[in-house]
């Protein structure tokens, strides 16, 4: 398949400060790509550059045959984008919303509308087309949010963690929509710091932290650089302070990773089984409680642990 | 330019559904306009006409034909509402009274006036001159008067019974000051010139049959109306200018800028936003004090012509405060200040003869004083040709104003980049 989006060499700087530091990545496409780092990695910035927004520092984007730098309104064509952060006008409604972005995308007349009313089956809010914006709950703005994006029919879509703060209901809505949209032939390119959105919806994924992309691939490539491998999850109390307990973890046989993550304490080993018994022991020679424990198999979770050292929420 | 059009008609749209913008925007100015006529009495006659009756005194120490006419003249009953003259033969006394500012104008006819005017070879001597003694702080009424009586004058030198007594005379005689004849006054005068007068008669009459005299009545509202629509039309634009920082900090801003749309096309738009909202408002005070209080603003073109450079010049104020703010809030503050300050300087409360003389030049600065000079001139009579200097000053400002707020929002810019 062919790559719509080539990223190359992309840094920016703000001042001195460095948020993104060298990044080159694919999409090809047809696929749902994820770009999946905690707050801060440089998510938004990466999309802000590839959307045009902000001019990169140094290196440059493809997309769909326009580079950022030089043909921005080419590239402004292709994409549509789903900013982090809602932005609509609350005193419209949300028909009028759609109505202004699409003719903010050329379009006018009999194709606005029906396009307009297209775009409002498929976020779900016919009925509520003629409500102002600002009567909506924060899920129905998402909505509207990304539909906003699907006006002009982009060849590929950016998604800038459109599920950020919204209920597990509306969530589950928009990760349906995304895939809906993927089935339909969109190209996705989505950010989000919860891995279990990344594993979800995507064909491949980047792990960007600090700026960097440290890993990609599909899923099961990045959690084969784990190694074959299960963890060990511990609960335990709010009141216990594990991290004394970690050196006398890493002592047991096949014990490969301890780390105290919040109120949990989590063990990587190839064999979870064999190592329990050792691990409750260890626990209990400290007195520490342990109230449940699971075990996972390897995740991107895992992956960005065992590649920062850090969990991917803090 | 298609989408600068659909950006400012959104923009239109949301400043018509604001609850809070409306009440600023429409009610207040209108609720305003009420209670200044009603204290100044514009609604307690029937025939909805309000009473300026500027005082002045006749001297006629002339006791002749023309003496005794412009002492008519000046007390028929088609200027009752306008003037409130009384007669006096005591000179000295008059003068003193102008300059008590009890009486706003004496009007003093020498002894032998209509003899002199007669005679064969009329004497230029000041001694037969009409002495025009007026109160320097009150340009406005003393204008008017002065047109009255120039238009008096001016039939004098109409039916030839002499050439000599012409205002220039009296203005070189250093009686009137020129800027004492202000617009408002000159377009009154110019249609009392215009009354048609039968050649025939021998004295000075006015002809008080026609209809004209309707239109001289001076109707408060006048004032009134166009001084509170532009005291909040500079409400409305400051709104606008908040909007613009609104949409940069709702992230609107920065959707626009990721649409296929240049950056020009998209502050175009908020700046054209800017104008319609604020010429659909003063469009709406006009009519509606037109239709419910029978108020009339004037020649249609004019008025056309004056809102709109008015809303320009306006809307660069607008755009300045905008490119100083930081917030929106902070726009909404200064905004608001700007917005009284402007209102008293540029004489939406007060006329700004009663203000003193560096205030009154300081008062140029603002579109208010402009516009209302525009406006008091269409509603006596005045047509666009007595619009130049207000257009050609408030479309200066506008111009002025876009070039600093455009290299300031420059500088500021508005995307980081
Ligand atoms: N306009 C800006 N000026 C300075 N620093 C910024 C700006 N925007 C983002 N940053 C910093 O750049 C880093 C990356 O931010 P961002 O791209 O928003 O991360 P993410 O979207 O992954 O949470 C962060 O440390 C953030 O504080
Ligand atoms: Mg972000």
Redesign the pocket.
Known sequence: MANILEVQNLVKN??D?Q?VKGVSFNIQEGEIFSLL?P????????ISMLSTLYEPTSGDAIIAGHSVKKNPMGVRNAIGVVP?DLALYEDLTAKENLIFWGQMYNLSGKSLSSRVDEVLEQIGLTDKAKNKVKTFSGGMKRRVNIGVGLLHKPQLLFMDEPTVGIDPQSRRAILDTVKDLNKQGMTVLY?THYMEEAEELSNRVGIIDH?ELIAIGTQKELTKQVGETETLILHVGENEDPSALIPSLKEIKNVLDANVIGNEISVVTPSAKDVLASVVTKANERGIKIYSIDIREPNLEAVFLHLTGRALRD | MLKTFLIGLKDLKIAFRDRAALIFMLLTPFLLTIGMGLVTGRFSSNDNSGALNIPIVIVNLDNDSLGNTLVEVFSSEELADLLETTTSQDAEAARLLVNEDEITVAIIIPEGFTQNIFSANASQSEEYQIEFYANPSRPTSAGIVKTILDGFMARVDEMRVGGITSVAQLIISGRISPEGANAVGEEIGARFENTPTDSDETLITLNTSTNQTQTNEVDMLAYIAPGMALMFLMYTVSYGGRSILAEKSGGTLTRLLVTPTNSMQILGGKVFGIFLTGAAQMFILIGATTLLFQLQWGDMLGIVLIVFAAVFGATGWGLLITAFARTPNQVGSVGSAVMLIFAIMGGSFLSTENMPAFVQTLSKITPNAWALDGFTSLAFGGNIASLTTPLLALLTMGIVLFLVSAFLFGRKNLV?K
């Open positions: 703000y001042g400060f948020a780092g707050n801060g990695a440089g998510k938004t910035t990466t982090q950010t700026g | 980081q």
